[in-house]
């Protein structure tokens, strides 16, 4: 596995963000690229924000005007991304999670925050790899299955992660 290289930002003040959530973060992007043998060194953009904020993006970019969990805006098409030589790596795109809405969704299912905010980012990487789950069907049983089977290789499966 090549290097992935993953920025991430916090441009919200609502929810504390616990210690080691940042290295959670990354862990989930490298499991997505070794699992989907991506090879290559990546970069990928992540960012927590609060409700407000990603209210405003989803309506400015998806014409939904409502709070969502997380946004994945995918640099690539088909398998083919952008290199940057700068960076020496393949532009995935960016990730914007609301820890709001996360850390709600985690009392909502009764797993803990962590678990929430390492699913968003396992989903969000599936996208920008051009999974999608938006018209049902075997596309959304098949990112679903993904998404499972990594969250159990990083040791977050559903009934290892609720709380008690």
């Known amino acids: 596995m090549e290097k992935v290289k993953v920025e991430i930002r916090n441009n919200q003040k609502v929810v504390k963000i616990p210690t080691g959530i940042r290295m959670l973060v990354r862990r989930c992007c490298v499991a997505v690229l070794v699992h989907e043998n991506f090879g290559k060194t990546a970069s990928v953009s992540v960012t927590f924000v609060d409700d407000e904020e990603i209210h405003k ?23 083919l991304y952008d290199y940057d030589n700068d960076s020496e790596s393949y532009l995935l795109g960016d990730i914007v999670i609301s820890l709001q809405r996360a850390e709600e969704q985690a009392n909502m299912y009764g797993h803990t925050f962590q678990r929430e905010v390492a699913y968003l980012t396992v989903h969000s990487m599936l996208h920008l790899l051009g999974y999608d789950h938006e018209n049902g069907g075997l596309e959304q049983t098949r990112m679903r299955e993904k998404e499972e089977l990594i969250m159990g290789e990083l040791g977050l499966s559903r009934d290892m992660t609720f709380v008690s």
């Not at 970019?61 to 088909?78: C, I, M």
């Open 57 to 79: 993006l989803n309506l400015q970019y998806r014409e939904k005007d409502s709070a969502t969990d997380v946004l994945s805006f995918p640099l690539g098409e088909n398998g």
